[in-house]
């Protein structure tokens, strides 16, 4: 009896992320992460809509004294990062992939912020030098050729995903670019306006003379 072989599917997506660079023109700091994706099916991509979800595997690196104290607000003392130190979500991205056969390559693009309620941005900013350990999980609808050229659809299993390594180098290239020198902090209004009043007081001026008073009275 002859043995019976799977028939090959119609549409069966691979994902590898193949390098990162900073968006020249952006209203906001922007990662693009250049997606291969590769069909070892046998039906044309008509489209994909793709949904993307972008996470830190942070047991995935080591971490130098400073970042480990950088890094306490979110996981606590070294002694306990056995069990505080975990993934974190970083960014979820939704976006249209053109038409392609065999293969393509498409720019995903990530947007940064500065904003430290966020754990993702104090986690990068917390970084030293090294790369990002990135997790990207993959799902969506693909629009693909059928029999007589018949459109039809299907999901992307849950189980597509790709590991990338993000150098340190790029993440503050890319905010420099935006914010070079600088950094944000949001506060409370009442904080903001004894601040103010603060600053007011000591005829100071700047925000940072302010601060950097502030912090010398504390020692």
Request: net charge negative; charged share 25%; glycine share 8%.
């Amino acid at each position: 009896m002859e043995a019976q072989t799977k028939p090959r599917a119609a549409v069966e997506l691979d994902f590898a992320v193949r390098g990162a660079e900073t968006v020249a023109h952006a209203a906001v700091p922007t990662i693009a992460f250049r997606l291969a994706i590769e069909n070892r099916g046998d039906a044309p991509v008509r489209s994909i809509v793709l949904d993307t979800q972008v996470q830190i595997a942070a047991r995935r690196r080591s971490y130098g004294k400073r970042e480990q104290e950088m890094l306490g607000d979110l996981f606590g003392t070294p002694d306990r990062w056995a069990t505080t130190l975990r993934t974190l979500a970083w960014q979820r991205v939704t976006q249209p992939v053109p038409a392609f056969v065999g293969s393509t390559v498409v720019d995903l693009e990530v947007a940064c912020t500065y904003d430290f309620e966020v754990a993702a941005a104090k986690y990068l900013a917390a970084l030293g030098d090294g790369d990002v350990p990135l997790e990207f999980q993959f799902s969506g609808t693909v629009f693909y050729g059928g029999p007589g050229g018949a459109l039809q659809t299907a999901m992307i299993g849950w189980d597509r995903e790709a590991d990338y390594r993000l150098p340190v180098s790029v993440w503050r290239a890319t905010m420099d670019r935006y914010f070079a020198g600088t950094a944000w902090l949001r506060l409370e209004r009442e904080t903001f306006e004894r601040l103010y009043a603060y600053r007011s007081r000591h005829a100071l001026l700047s925000w940072e003379a302010a601060i950097d008073l502030l912090l010398e009275q504390q020692g």
